[in-house]
């Protein structure tokens, strides 16, 4: 295996917590890495409007791959580098199809200019980051106009993996589905050529390096393409099933820091072995249901 020179990480359920904490010895970690000389790149399923806690934790550090892949932000900077969005005819085709399969289905859509949610779908007053967002019907019009980067589907009487496997092959000529959220229904839905995997590869070659030169980490399905492409895929000892076999390598729980586990043995030359062979590509097998 080659040198790793870049560190990619997810960041809900790999390094912060669900109370917002990003403990000491995961920040120590990054900050060693980056003092070696190490790229960090954070690529998250959020919005580029919610990385609070990584600016906390780490500073405008550069560029954060945000909404799966969707779209590439410049902290330091402040601005959007690259979206790939979805058309609003296309989230109006896509929610046509999965409200003839399930009828109590709700949906949001993320674009790069904000959050628009449908009535049901969350209580704004359950989540601070949604402050100030009045509920309604998705404004298509909108929606073409500043294109969404990422269209969400919530149902309250199954499994995201349940949901997925219903609608997946309705929509699947349409957008790439896949789901982060433990313990609800939600799946997340973006152009077909969208995901963690292709956004990373992009943001390496810019710098000039190969899978070989990438460790990632993550914890869920949302990871899968990205864990399969880097050249040392670690999971989370705490993620998702499906993450630990996407993955070469699973290391410590959250609890345990496992990503700051991980970074002290590659800091340390005490890198796992080689990554098993996979499709060679940008992970896109993961899509199939």
Request: hydrophobic share 45%.
């Amino acid at each position: 295996m080659s040198a790793i020179k870049l560190i990619a990480s997810d960041i809900d359920g790999t390094i912060l917590h669900p109370d917002g904490r990003i403990t000491e010895r995961t920040v120590a970690a990054f900050q060693a890495a980056r003092a070696a000389g190490l790229e960090i790149v954070f690529v998250t399923g959020r919005p580029f409007r919610w990385l609070t806690p990584i600016q906390e934790a780490f500073g405008k550090l550069g560029t954060v791959i945000c909404s799966n892949g969707a779209l590439v932000y410049d902290l330091e900077t402040d601005r959007i580098l690259e979206s790939r969005t979805l058309t609003g005819t296309t989230v109006a085709e896509v929610r046509r199809r999965i409200l003839r399969l399930e009828s109590a289905a709700r949906f949001a859509a993320e674009t790069p200019h904000g959050l628009y949610l449908e009535p049901g779908f969350v209580e704004p007053e359950e989540s601070d980051l949604l402050e100030g967002i009045e509920p309604g019907l998705l404004p298509m019009d909108r929606l073409e106009a500043e294109g969404t980067v990422k269209l969400l589907a919530k149902l309250g009487t199954t499994t995201s993996e349940a949901f997925r496997k219903a609608v997946y092959p309705e929509v699947s000529d349409l957008v790439a589905v896949t789901h982060s959220a433990p313990g609800v229904a939600l799946l997340e839905m973006s152009r077909p050529d969208v995901n963690k995997a292709v956004a990373l590869e992009q943001f390496a070659r810019q710098l000039g390096l190969t899978r070989e030169h990438v460790a990632a980490f993550g914890d869920m399905p949302n990871d899968l393409e990205m864990l399969s492409w880097a050249g040392l895929g670690c999971a989370m000892g705490s993620g998702h099933k499906l993450a630990k076999k996407a993955a070469a390598a699973v290391t410590g729980t959250l609890e345990d820091d496992g990503v700051a586990q991980m970074i002290e043995r590659i800091l340390d030359g005490a890198v796992p072995g080689e990554r098993r062979e996979d499709d060679g590509g940008l992970g896109r097998k993961a899509q199939a249901p």
